[in-house]
């Protein structure tokens, strides 16, 4: 008992500091520590003050995006912690705030400001970002399916360990993702203005369908998240008389897909998988 007893705290500790490694955010420009000089500053009439315009960019096709995926991020931390707190020693017990919180997630905004038509090392870097969203908040679906009746799980039962599994699972994705994130801001100020696809282009449909393959393969059956692809799965678009711009189907990863588009519900995406 007593050595279960210290697995847990370990376990508990691990999730604790992997949050908080997950809240660190990159410094911004002057924050660090400043070098002092015994040379007195230079007065106003002698300083001749110069202003740059800064090239223009992908940044700001790409603005809404990091700001969804920092308002995830932000939901993302709140419920770790809730859940942290409803880990003890030998049971967990899960509240209903914290039940609340995990039903509160949700991804889609950040997933729909992601612009169609982005050069393939950009798009690479967006999804990076959406996978480790999309992989940590898979990570919690095992609180919800173990723990959604409100009932104590012992630590060491098998409920409790479907539990921890998925956490740990998503725990990568959270200590990477603000290092992902500046990867794209970097990259986006790097990379000219973008002629962006239509929404009902092939190009919109190959997002929609990436995005897709992301969020089935974290909610697979028991996978409880941890799938992040670091590079872009290859989609094969299978060549057909019947296929035209607002119907397509081809392989993702090898599974079999189709695509149909309408205005009113954009690019609906089936996937045979899990």
Known sequence: MRAIARQAGLITIIALGLAACGQARTPTPGSGTTATSSRPAPTSSATSAHTTTPAPSAAD????????????????HHAAALVNGDIGTTSMRFTPTTLAAIQALDNTPAARAIPAGLPDELLREVLAVYG???????????????GSSGRELPIGGQDAKNVLRGLHNGAPAAARFDADLAAVRSLAQQTPPL???APDSRAAAELALRLNSIDKHNNCSDEFGGYAPAQLETVIWQPASDQHSHHYEGTISGGRFQADYTAAHGWQININAC
């Open 195 to 197: 002629t962006l696809a």
């Open 132 to 146: 480790d969203l999309s992989s940590r908040a898979a990570a919690f679906s095992g609180v919800e399916r173990y």
């Open 61 to 76: 096709q790409l603005a809404a995006f990091i700001t969804s995926a920092e308002h995830a991020d932000s939901q993302l």
